[in-house]
Antibody
Framework: EVQLVESGGGLVQPGGSLRLSCAVS????????MSWVRQAPGKGLEWVAN????????YYVDSVKGRFTISRDNAKNSLYLQINNLRAEDTAVYYC??????????????????WGKGTTVTVSS | DIQLTQSPSFLSASVGDRVTITCRAS??????LAWYQQKPGKAPKVLIY???TLQSGVPSRFSGSGSGTEFTLTISSLQPEDFATYYC?????????FGQGTRLEIK
């Protein structure tokens, strides 16, 4: 069974740090792009970061650049999000997701295929 | 950044109704668009990718169309389990962006 399980969320003070983890099973983790997506309470979905299968390319939404770092350990089938200098607006459920794609050649249509259940980060003093 | 604007933001409909949700992109994104369904307290689930390709296991009452800047998600005959929030998402370029969501409720 394909499964993504997030952990590491919690209550943290502004300026604090957390490391979120996503444990993957049921598919060849090392072959897939991975994402973090977050959802603030009562709000919509916001893409946070992507990482290439070998970890050589990483992309971030502007609001987290310099504070968040996405990484992966393919030997441990795990994805990570290091979150530093937390702000109240980072309060959200954080989901990890695997990217699949359709197409070939110069056209690859990506989509977020499998999602974890999320881990909650609350930033408050 | 590419902005995605969904309309309507809220939709009230009855079981058996045909409903259409529109997603407009601020610039052309070819067919690099996906649709997701999210139920309260649950992770999103992909319905459609490449604008019109139905994900495996998704009922055929769901369909997607469009290219460029205008896209639609259609549910041909609403079922009780379809009442949820729907999001479009573009993968044409970074940053990846989502629409604001369309909440579909039972009339």
């Amino acid at each position: 069974e394909v499964q993504l399980v997030e952990s590491g969320g919690g209550l943290v003070q502004p300026g604090g740090s957390l490391r979120l983890s996503c444990a993957v099973s049921g598919f060849t983790f090392s072959s897939y792009w991975m994402s973090w997506v977050r959802q603030a309470p009562g709000k919509g979905l916001e893409w946070v970061a992507n990482i290439k299968p070998d970890g050589s390319e990483k992309y971030y939404v502007d609001s987290v650049k310099g504070r968040f770092t996405i990484s992966r350990d393919n030997a441990k089938n795990s994805l990570y999000l290091q979150i530093n200098n937390l702000r109240a607006e980072d309060t959200a459920v954080y989901y990890c997701a695997s990217l699949d794609y359709y197409g070939s050649g110069s056209h690859y249509y990506y989509y977020m295929d499998v999602w974890g259940k999320g881990t909650t980060v609350t930033v408050s003093s | 950044d590419i902005q995605l604007t969904q309309s309507p933001s809220f939709l009230s409909a009855s079981v058996g109704d045909r409903v259409t949700i529109t997603c407009r992109a601020s610039q052309g994104i070819s067919s690099y668009l996906a649709w997701y369904q999210q139920k309260p307290g649950k992770a999103p689930k992909v319905l459609i990718y490449a604008a019109s390709t139905l994900q495996s296991g998704v009922p055929s009452r769901f369909s997607g169309s469009g290219s460029g800047t205008e896209f639609t998600l259609t549910i041909s005959s609403l079922q009780p389990e379809d009442f949820a929030t729907y999001y479009c998402q573009q993968f044409n370029r970074y940053p990846i962006t989502f629409g604001q969501g369309t909440r579909l409720e039972i009339k």
